[in-house]
């Protein structure tokens, strides 16, 4: 994890060449209370945030691609995994 002065919030190192492929799928389109529990830097074009909605969790990610925000999401996991799967965002281990 890379914190840069002035940053409040963590970047994604980046990617290592063997890393994992997250599935970033559309947007889930229903009603639902989501918490977001943590997030990267908004200094970045691509932002991730770690949500919990309906018991689950899921990583959410925000890109701004010529001007437009494009939204993903990933499957969604029990809290134990998506937390390991965050961890391995941050360190580069996934993308
Ligand atoms: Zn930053």
Same mark, same amino acid.
């Given at each position: 994890m890379i914190v840069? $002065?002035?940053? *409040?919030?963590?970047? %994604?190192?980046?990617?290592?060449p063997d890393h994992m492929? *997250? %599935?970033?799928?559309?947007?889930?389109?229903g009603e639902e209370r989501v918490r977001v529990f943590a997030w990267t830097c908004e200094c970045?074009? $691509? %932002?991730?945030e770690l949500r919990h909605a309906a018991g689950l969790?899921?990583?959410r990610?925000?890109? *701004?691609?010529?001007g437009a925000t494009e939204l993903r999401e990933t499957y969604r996991w029990r809290l134990g995994e998506a937390?390991? %799967?965050?961890?391995?965002? *941050?360190?580069g281990q996934a993308r």
């Open positions: 840069r $002065t002035g940053c *409040l919030s963590p970047h %994604v190192a980046p990617a290592q492929r *997250l %599935v970033w799928r559309e947007p889930y389109k970045q074009d $691509t %932002v991730y969790a899921y990583i990610r925000r890109r *701004l691609i010529n937390y390991s %799967v965050w961890g391995a965002l *941050l360190g």
